[in-house]
């Protein structure tokens, strides 16, 4: 299975059939290995095509030529044939030379978990961003297993300084490769640069940003939609969400609120994806709150959030003030203790359930740093009464005489920008 950047391409019309393989190593359990190989089986079907076959075995360490062991990679061979399979697919990384001699034996394809993840990058890849981000993480995963068959494909040269044997096919596409992630990541750095631009005029707006991260489909659309009143594709499927989506909305209190959608995270997410998407992942460790969005119908809900967490602290994004929203609650009668056990809130995106003491834990969390103040504001200033409610949270407003009165929640910025109509504060 391969994608349109890599060396196999699925099939729309015939789905391909699929041997997953799986290796329990020193350490891990054979509970661990099948709850991945159950995760890698939905990866496949996202990719669109069709498990028929799953191989497991137990070793110390992987066989350094073919990962597995000569008895196994024997069965393997037997089962592909038995069924058929187009592609066999590890759920653990294969160096080069293990995929090589996997597929002189087995005869078809042998790929890895992180290629499948690709490949699911590049169908949902939509706007130019994304489209880049997934080709550069593509190339990045393809430099390295580039092949050639060295001497026999070198070009002769006739000009002095370039007889005898000139460069194989094998270091002509390396160095294209190479090219195209260079501009790659130009055209990467422009964006980043339009977007940090963007950030800084939301900054002088004096909106809070907040973020909306968690394991791929947890529901972190859905719960956007919900809170923004947006209409963002939300489906039960895995990373549906590549490119990150930022909306508005008020707070009970009043202020503005940008809230961003990323991609979902996964088990053994790709470094080569984490590397490509830290311009998009920006927006998580720039952003004053995390939602970290967990499923609460999900089985294993702790392996999930250590998943979230590592991506985190590998974008220096786990020092952002965190909220832990467990979703889903109407399909699971357990999700409500799960909240209470980890100190987070209960919600439902689907029916808005929760949806009300979230907005007021946001919002409470977000005016920490806030000081209320007391203001007396003329009549005829309406911009500095506008300004007031857009960047602050009012509390009291009572017309006197010539002058309103006003009692309103101010972030340290806003408390200097209006300090000219302070009365006291608190």
Not at 56 to 72: C, I, M, N, V
Not at 73 to 86: K, M, Q, R, S
Request: no cysteine; charged share 25%.
């Amino acid at each position: 299975m391969t994608s349109a950047f890599t060396d196999t391409l699925i099939s729309r019309e015939i789905r391909e059939k699929i041997i997953l393989v799986g290796v329990t190593l020193s350490g891990q359990t054979t509970e661990e290995t099948d709850a991945h190989l159950d995760e890698l089986a939905l990866l496949v079907d996202t990719a669109g095509a069709d498990v028929v076959g799953v191989i497991t075995q137990r070793r110390e360490s992987p066989d350094p030529a073919t990962y597995l062991g000569k008895g196994k990679v024997t069965e393997l061979v037997e089962l592909a044939y038995a069924v058929d399979a187009d592609t066999v697919v590890f759920d653990d990384e294969l160096t080069p030379a293990q995929q090589r001699n996997l597929e002189k034996q087995l005869g078809r394809t042998a790929i890895t978990r992180t290629a499948v993840i690709l490949d699911i990058f590049a169908q949902n890849a939509t706007s130019p961003e994304g489209k880049a981000q997934v080709e550069l993480a593509l190339l990045r995963f393809r430099l390295p297993r580039l092949r050639g068959r060295g001497i026999a494909l070198s070009q002769q040269s006739g000009v002095i300084g370039t007889r005898g044997p000139g460069e194989t096919q094998l270091e002509v596409d390396r160095r294209r490769l190479v090219r195209r992630m260079v501009q790659l990541e130009l055209e990467l750095k422009r964006v980043g640069a339009t977007r940090g631009t963007q950030r800084a005029a939301r900054q002088r707006g004096r909106r809070h940003e907040v973020a909306l991260v968690g394991y791929t489909n947890a529901g972190k659309s859905s719960l956007l939609n919900r809170l923004t009143g947006a209409d963002v594709l939300a489906e039960d499927r895995l990373f549906v969400t590549l490119d990150p989506r930022t909306r508005q909305f008020a707070l009970p209190g009043g202020e503005t609120i940008l809230m961003t959608d990323t991609v979902g995270f996964i088990r053994k997410l790709p470094h080569e994806l984490v590397e490509a998407f830290r311009s998009t992942l920006d927006s998580v460790h720039l952003a004053e709150l995390v939602l970290h969005v967990i499923d609460g119908s999900a089985h294993d809900v702790e392996v999930q959030i250590d998943a979230v967490n590592e991506v985190l602290r590998e974008i220096d994004a786990d020092g952002v003030p965190q909220i832990l929203v467990v979703n889903k609650i109407d399909l699971s009668p357990d999700a409500q203790l799960l909240a209470t056990r980890l100190g987070a809130v209960a919600v439902s995106a689907l029916t808005g359930q929760g949806i009300a003491e979230l907005l007021e834990i946001i919002g409470d969390s977000l005016r920490k740093g806030d000081l209320v103040s007391t203001l007396l504001v003329p009549f005829d200033r309406g911009d500095v009464l506008a300004a007031l409610h857009r960047e602050g949270e009012v509390l009291e407003e009572t017309n006197g005489e010539e002058t309103v009165l006003i009692r309103a929640v101010l972030d340290r910025a806003a408390t200097a920008k209006f300090a000219h109509f302070m009365k006291e504060k608190q």
